[in-house]
């Protein structure tokens, strides 16, 4: 199984926002995700930095470029980038992470 995990940069006094936006999820963007192979994904916090910890688990069939253009992701984005790190195009900043150790 293959696992990926990057981090995201929150502004800082933005983690209650950022935890109450994701409590209400859209349902469109979840069915999104599952539908295009993202699995097991899990964002921790980091409060001393702000730094978001991003873990999922693709499967197979995982399409993240798809993801990335779909009209659904890019209005979470733009729903999202007053309180994060973002790019030019509304996408969050990431930092791919490297595994140095996997214990299963």
């Known amino acids: 199984m293959q696992r ?5 940069f929150l ?19 979840q069915a ?3 539908e ?7 964002i921790f ?17 995982y399409r993240m470029d798809e993801v990335a253009k779909h009209p659904v992701m890019r209005r979470w984005w733009a729903y999202m980038k007053d309180i994060m790190a973002a790019n030019p ?4 900043v990431t930092t791919p992470l490297i595994e ?4 299963e």
């Open 4 to 8: 990926y995990a990057f981090k995201m």
């Open 11 to 29: 502004n800082p006094g933005e983690s209650h926002e950022y935890r109450r936006r994701h409590d209400a999820i859209w349902p469109e963007l």
């Open 32 to 34: 999104l995700l599952r």
């Open 36 to 42: 295009s192979g993202v699995r097991n994904y899990s």
């Open 45 to 61: 916090l980091d409060p001393d930095t702000n730094t978001l910890f991003a873990y999922l688990e693709p499967a197979d069939d």
């Open 89 to 92: 195009d509304g996408s969050p």
């Open 100 to 103: 140095m150790f996997h214990l």
